[in-house]
Each structure stands twice: as structure tokens, then as C-alpha cells.
């Protein structure tokens, strides 16, 4: 999925995780950031893009509960996954540390000064200054530790994202200010990154899920692929025991299982799996028609190359 052509919706703007991963997964694209997940849906179903990328969970924090909610009504194929790494940065404005020429840097010295990281003696009074940390709240509470230990007096405040909190740093000339983004976001915005990867957990991780009206079928039998199916049950006593025994009896492993709420358009128990093999198994096939006898009602809503990040230092489960 690297075709330079294709235009893809986000979450946020640029220098957020959602856009880092749409340019890592289609590089040289075109990219529009958007305020709302049902709008980075409407955009590729409507044909303004060709994909839409959402976050659907991170090994730290859990499922995107408004991404699931969304999967019921959602008419485009899941066609991809990835699975993005996520190093938080602290940064500070590069403003408030380089827009001022000291007297002793020589004119010949000074693109190379505006160029240097911060010295020894600017990250002490960096941290001596900062007043204030903002950021996304998840970002804040993923990077706890390394608050608490070198910013313990710091104020956190919270943001509509980690781009948009380095987007405004980027506008002020301010010591007192800091924000944990990506270094991405920082390269993008031109901020001076005095930290990175402050995240408590250097496995962490966010999976994202590729959006399309085409259809990927599985190339060799051999190459990893997941199922993503949503289905309701009747509200008797051992519909999803039956449900899983299905899968279970026809050698199908599962790598994911979730739960839905039950609502006024979700009325039945409500869950979403993925199924660790492709549609075109003739397994999975045989299975379907067993697991249709035990369900209300089942939406395949795709079948994707599996991220080959899959179990390598990270909770999500390889497909086996």
C-alpha cells in the first residue's frame, strides 16, 4: 500500500501518530487530517480518499471505543492493519532558545548554532523553566514516570491531541511551556526535542486499521492473514460457547475477542472478532456455514494482511 496517488483521511493534523502512520504506510501520499472518526470514514466512502486510517487500540491504553462503535454501520472493507510504535518526546520552543543570537556566536557559527540541540547548560534551565506539560491525556499518563521524576512540579494539561499541542508551542516564544509529542510532530513544527522515548513502556504500541472499498484476497496459503467478523448471538445461556466452538472444532485460532454494550441499534449481544486466516480458507468457509446456525446475525467486515509486528515485543498476538 505504497501507491504515491492515493489519498488517505486521518484523525488530527499533521505530526500526530494517525498521520505518521499514514506516511509510513503510504509514503508520498496525499493526507487530510480531519476533527472526527465517523468524517474519516464518510471521506473514503464517499470517494473524497481512497483510504481511511483510524486507531482502533494500543497495548498501554486499550481499545478506541468510538472506532467499535463505528464498525456496525461502516460499509467499506477493513483491507490492512498496521502496528506503529509509539516514542513520546519531550519538546520545548525552538523560539525561546534560537531565535536570539547570543553576542559570542561568530556569523559564520550561527545556521550551525540554530541547528544544535540544546546544550547541557539549556536543558537545565529548561527544566528550571518549564511551568506547564501539554499534551494528549493518554500521552500524559503514558509518560507518568518521567514526569515524576525530572518535571515533579509541573502543571499537565490536557489536549485535543499530542499534534496540536506541538503546533501551538510552535507559535510561542515561551520557556515555561513544554509538550510530549512525537519526534515526528517535532520535526514537522520545528521544536527542540530535549527527551526522547520518555514513555513508561518501550513496547508500546498502537494498531491501525486501513479502511477501503476493494477487496485483498490471500496471495499463498502461507502468507499471514486475519478475519474480522462482527456478530450477535441470542441472549440465551451458551450462544457464544456454541459460537466458538465452531471455530475451535475446524483448527481456527482467534487472536482477538471483544464485547459490545448493548444498545438501541445493537439490541442482541453484540461482539467483534478476529479470526487468525483468510476468507478463502476452505477451513474458515466450512466453519461460517456451522457458525451462521448459532448467530443472529454476522457482517465480515474484512480480510487483511496480517502486520508482520505481530508478537514481537508487543501484546498483539501473531497469527498462528
Known sequence: MSDQKKKISYLGIPGSYSHQACAEMFPGGYYRGL?????VIYAADS??????????ENSSAGRVTEVYNLLPSVRLKIIGEYLLPIHHSLMVSYKAYRQWVPPSIKDDKIQEWKNSPLS???RA?????IKEVVSHSQALMQCSQYLEKHLPSAKTIVDF??????????????????????KHAAQIYNLMVMDE?????PYNMTRFLVFGKEEIHQQSASEPFITSILF???HVPGSLIKVLQTFADHGINLTKLETYMVSQKLPNPTFYVDI??????????????????YTAEYHILGSYPASPKRGDKNSFLPVM
Open 120 to 122: 547541557e547548560d539549556e
Open 161 to 182: 491531541d499530542t499534534a496540536t499541542a506541538a503546533q501551538a508551542l510552535s507559535w510561542l516564544e515561551t520557556k515555561e511551556r513544554a509538550v510530549i509529542a512525537s
Open 35 to 39: 476533527k472526527k472518526f465517523d468524517q
Open 125 to 129: 534551565v529548561a527544566f528550571r523553566s
Open 276 to 293: 487468525g486466516t483468510s476468507i478463502d480458507n476452505p477451513a474458515l468457509k466450512t466453519a461460517l456455514k456451522e457458525f451462521s446456525k
Open 197 to 201: 522515548n520518555i514513555e513508561n513502556d
Open 232 to 234: 450477535q448471538t441470542s
Open 47 to 56: 470517494g473524497e480518499t481512497d483510504y481511511a486510517v483510524l486507531p482502533v
